[in-house]
């Protein structure tokens, strides 16, 4: 099956850890995302990696972390300078920008943080 | 500032109805509009995407329009059933070698 995964499905942490979610893609996408959703607020970006090794900070990067050192693999470590982490995060692929209409991105199942 | 508007938050519809969704943008000039649907707790699933030259497009009993004089897409469900009920976001490629931008979503529900 291709596709996007993500883990867990639900996470707690305690205020003031750092955490990590996981997003693999067996796609062969060059492109990956992260992104936010809060109640509405809509999708907000994060951070997004177009090639290995290299990544941007979307529109609230802020107390996130993010690396790229495969090209199936994109985690997001959410750190403790994160005011307000409790939220439903989603990731994304798709093929790199620029190539005719093939640019929809697929999203995995999402994770859930919650922080105590 | 650009932004992109979904008309409501909620729109409710009886099934059998047509269902009228609408994304308006400011200060954006896009080559491609998208939509998108979301289940609750799930990740948005991609419908159809329409270019700034296409000014209607169809896929099953979806279709979307782009108007780029008005700055708006629509997007419509006919015969709609309660399977439809989801939120639907818009979702468009500023110019440039920028990421997609959404929408907040709109979210419809079907009513038996």
């Known amino acids: 099956d291709g596709g996007i995964t993500q883990s867990p499905k639900y996470l707690f942490r305690k205020e003031g850890q750092n955490v990590t979610l996981s997003c693999e893609q067996n796609l062969n996408h060059d492109a990956m995302y992260w992104y936010r959703q809060d109640p509405g607020q809509g999708l907000r970006l994060i951070y997004y990696?177009?090639?290995?090794?290299?990544?941007q900070k979307g529109d609230i990067a802020e107390g996130y972390s993010v690396s790229r050192e495969k090209k199936e693999s994109f985690p997001l470590t959410v750190t403790s300078a994160q005011k307000n982490p409790t939220a439903f995060y989603l990731c994304?692929?798709?093929?790199?920008?620029?190539?005719?209409?093939?640019?929809?991105?697929?999203f995995g199942p999402g994770t859930r943080l919650t922080v105590l | 500032s650009q932004k992109i508007e979904q008309n409501s938050e909620a729109l409710n519809i009886q099934e059998g109805k047509t269902a009228t969704l609408t994304c308006n943008y400011t200060n954006y000039s896009p080559a491609y509009l998208q939509w998108y649907r979301q289940d609750p707790g799930r990740g948005p699933v991609f419908l159809l995407l329409i270019r700034e030259n296409e000014k209607e497009k169809r896929k099953e009993r979806l279709k979307v329009t782009f108007d780029t004089t008005l700055k708006q897409s629509l997007f419509h469900i006919t015969a709609s059933q309660p399977a439809d009920s989801a939120t639907y976001l818009c979702?468009?490629?500023?110019?440039?070698?920028?990421?997609?931008?959404f929408g907040k979503g709109t979210r419809l529900s079907v009513i038996a």
């Open positions: 994304a692929s798709s093929i790199a920008r620029g190539l005719s209409s093939y640019n929809e991105q697929f």
């Open positions: 990696s177009q090639i290995v090794n290299d990544f």
């Open positions: 979702a468009l490629f500023p110019q440039g070698n920028t990421p997609l931008v």
